[in-house]
């Protein structure tokens, strides 16, 4: 009995695998035929439905694997119409499939840059479409994969777009230069499209030219909402940075703005997309950034798409279940399945008793009640879609003004801080310029400390220039190394990549088998239970519905509270803010002119210091003239004791004077000793004539010593015989300029100092009468 009961679990478990498999094996069948539906070389427009189905795979598998997996089989090098369509396909599954379509779709962006390198280098007309559509594509893929926070169907609120941004200005700045890209292969794309054809009412609605406007419907969509991108970024920008810097902006921005005007009116006048999409008016003229009132003026550009009904024009494969899409598949597999559970029931147990069952007329009547129940679900879903198209369309409205009263406020708010840093700014200067008065008489102090440094840096700087070539030597070795290093880093990362590729895709089908497993064990189960409780909810939408009306209508009503106390709120800022423009104003004023008066004081100021810089001047000259003076002094003094010294040789008490040959030689060797004091500090004195010093102690000294030698020179001469050592005038004139004579060298007699006479002339006697030929002539005898 056990193992009887045991049959149906085991015939049950062996039915969910295949079931399992099947459906598996259906959705792949299903995916291959709209893929090549779509994606073919007949120059038509791809259809809504062969795309809504690759879209709707992409959400049950959680990726983009089955879509590239069939698509990389296509010969895309070989056609450009094939290519075109797979690039139109690729733009619809990227804005409206699931979210990590794009991380699949990056793995192949190497293949999609190669197309496009591909067609550019060929005179196809479509080739050219194919190079710009690619560029777009991966323009969008980077674009996104970098600002995650940003959706591919760009559908953000202003609080997503400025939590994006941040309050970095260089994010900011950053941001409007990439939308700025993204927008530009958008319009590219555009531009050459309508190019091609002619926009008569005939080339639209012809097949070929259809399958050209086509992906155009989806460049619309990323242009309306990356066109509202730049223009609330570029008002923030100006809003933190001056006008002129943004120049180049503004201009690009203009550029683009006359442009995506000129394609929106041309592709409103074309019946194609007349009835597929409702495309929305630009300005007749581009905002005007450096005014901040005019954000309040924008509007935020909203594509309509029209629900579109496709012709009934459907293939043997067009009609096959889709479990997706509509209401009815999702019970076509479990009342299919029963006839086949009853025969293998059949087989196991043998037939049942007699050939009428129950189960079959309550089958007939759930298939009754199912397709009344898909009717009304139908008409309610189209009522409950209309309402909301409604409402939706009240909220928008609200929303914008909203918005205006946001924007204004917040300008409001950013002048009030304009003219807080300012003012802050403005006390700075003050402050700093009151410290420059107390840095003008420290720096008096620290520029005779800083000569004195000089010297030492100046050394300091000898050892850093050896130290930095050894650095730079060094340096040079460690960038051979690191560029080593770098390059087996990269490899190994780039290893890295592929094996976590390898690994995302076999996670990745792993945990698709296991909610496929998981999907159909629970659909199974709870069919017809979820599709009656659906109906319940729509019913029960409907009335929320209704409610939600007069939520809506009543929460007008406190916008428009909001608004009034919001206009109010701007009114006061404005009055509080030409308030403190006005007392920045007084502020500024008197601090220009204290500016005034500190530019005089510092004047005057500067002035002193030249007077006391040319006194300064003066008092060195007057000092070295009164040195120069006194060494003239010193030598005539020096002058006067020589020749008083020779005069004594003339004195008659002078004769009877005597003087050893010994002592005569001591004194003359003193004096030539001072001869050479009196050259080193004649050099001393030429090298720096703020200091003599150590001149005028020689000299001093020269002349004492030399006065002596004469007096003992001429006394020892009165010991020698009269007759036989007698020398003659001449000789005893060579003898006294030879031993006593101050040295005539050539910087004594040919560098003097400008305007002074040299000292060979003030060394020189102005007597010739007085030298000791002639002393020694007149008083030629000792006396005892």
């Not at 009055?575 to 510092?602: G, H, I, K």
Request: charged content about 30%; aromatic content about 6%; overall charge negative.
């Amino acid at each position: 009995m056990n193992s009887i009961r045991q049959v149906p679990t085991r015939v049950k478990t062996r039915r969910t695998e295949a079931n399992l498999g099947a459906e598996r094996e259906h959705f792949d069948k299903q995916q291959l035929s709209s893929i090549s539906k779509a994606i073919n070389s007949t120059e038509t427009p791809v259809k809504e439905k062969h795309a809504r189905r690759i879209i709707l795979g992409t959400h049950r598998e959680k990726g983009a694997y089955t879509f590239w997996s069939y698509a990389l089989g296509f010969p895309l090098h070989s056609s450009s119409i094939l290519s075109w369509k797979f690039c139109h396909v690729l733009h619809k599954v990227l804005r409206d499939g699931h979210r990590n379509v794009l991380q699949d779709c990056m793995r192949h962006h190497s293949s999609l840059v190669e197309i496009g390198k591909l067609w550019a280098n060929l005179h196809d007309k479509y080739g050219q479409l194919v190079a710009l559509y690619t560029k777009l594509l991966c323009t969008k893929m980077e674009f996104h994969v970098k600002r995650p926070e940003i959706p591919p169907n760009l559908e953000v609120t202003d609080e997503v777009l400025e939590r994006t941004a941040g309050i970095d200005i260089n994010n900011v700045f950053q941001l409007t230069v990439e939308v700025f890209d993204y927008l530009d292969t958008e319009l590219r794309l555009a531009e050459t499209v309508i190019r091609q054809l002619n926009t008569s009412i005939a080339i639209s609605t012809l097949t070929s030219g259809q399958c050209r406007l086509a992906p155009l419907i989806q460049v619309i969509q990323d242009s309306s909402h990356l066109y509202h991108f730049t223009v609330k970024l570029l008002f923030k920008l100006h809003a933190c940075l001056p006008a002129d810097t943004l120049q180049g902006h503004r201009d690009r921005f203009h550029d683009q703005f006359h442009s995506l005007k000129t394609f929106f009116n041309k592709a409103r006048d074309m019946l194609y997309f007349k009835r597929l999409i409702q495309i929305p008016k630009l300005p007749d003229s581009p905002p005007n950034f450096l005014h901040a009132a005019s954000l309040a003026k924008h509007v935020k550009p909203v594509v309509v798409m029209a629900d579109e009904e496709e012709p009934e024009q459907q293939d043997d494969d067009d009609d096959d279940p889709e479990p997706l899409i509509e209401v009815s598949d999702v019970s076509t597999p479990s009342i299919q399945a029963q006839p086949q559970q009853l025969d293998i029931f059949d087989q196991t147990f043998g037939p049942p008793n007699g050939g009428f069952d129950d189960r079959d007329l309550q089958i007939e009547s759930l298939k009754r009640d199912l397709e009344l129940l898909r009717a009304e679900l139908e008409r309610v879903k189209a009522e409950a879609q209309h309402y909301i198209t409604q409402l939706k369309s009240q909220i928008n409205s609200l929303e914008a003004e909203l918005e205006e009263q946001r924007a204004q406020k917040q300008r409001a708010l950013v002048e009030n801080e304009q003219l807080r840093m300012e003012l802050e700014a403005t006390r700075r200067r003050n402050a700093e310029h009151e410290s420059l008065q107390s840095t003008f008489i420290e720096a008096e102090k620290r520029s005779q400390a800083t000569e004195q440094r000089y010297n030492k840096l100046k050394e300091k700087h000898t050892e850093l220039v050896a130290s930095h070539a050894e650095l730079l030597r060094k340096s040079a070795d460690t960038v051979k190394m690191l560029s080593a290093t770098q390059q087996t880093q990269e490899e190994v990362e780039r290893t890295k990549q592929q094996l976590s590729f390898e690994v995302d895709r076999i996670k990745q089908e792993a945990d698709m088998k296991l909610e496929e497993q998981k999907f159909e064990m629970e659909k199974l189960r709870r069919e017809l239970e979820e599709k009656l409780a659906e109906v319940m909810r729509i019913k029960a939408t409907l009335q929320s519905s209704e409610k939600t009306s007069e939520q809506v209508n009543s929460s007008m009503t406190a916008l428009q509270a909001e608004k009034e106390r919001l206009m109010r709120s701007v009114s006061e800022k404005e009055a509080e803010l030409s308030s403190l423009r006005q007392a920045a104003q007084v502020q500024q004023s008197s601090l220009q002119q204290e500016r005034e008066r500190n530019s005089r004081e510092l004047g005057e100021l500067q002035g002193k210091l030249q007077e006391k810089s040319s006194q300064e001047e003066q008092l060195k000259q007057k000092l070295l003239e009164e040195q120069f003076a006194l060494l003239q002094g010193t030598v005539a003094e020096a002058e006067n004791i020589i020749q008083d010294a020779v005069a004594k040789l003339d004195d008659p008490l002078h004769v009877r004077c005597t003087s050893s040959p010994d002592y005569l030689v001591s004194r003359a060797e003193a004096t030539l000793g001072s001869i050479d004091k009196v050259k080193r500090g004649h050099a001393d004195y030429l090298s720096n004539m703020g200091d003599a010093g150590a001149l005028l102690r020689a000299l001093t000294q020269f002349s004492h010593l030399a006065a002596d030698t004469i007096i003992n020179g001429s006394a020892t001469a009165h010991m020698a015989p009269t007759d036989h050592c007698r020398p003659t005038d001449g000789e005893l004139q060579r003898m006294w300029h030879s031993e006593f004579a101050v040295p005539q060298g050539p910087e004594v007699q040919d560098n003097p100092p400008e305007g002074r006479p040299g000292l060979h002339s003030c060394y020189r006697s102005k007597d010739p009468s007085l030298g000791p030929g002639a002393a020694a002539e007149r008083h030629g005898h000792s006396s005892g």
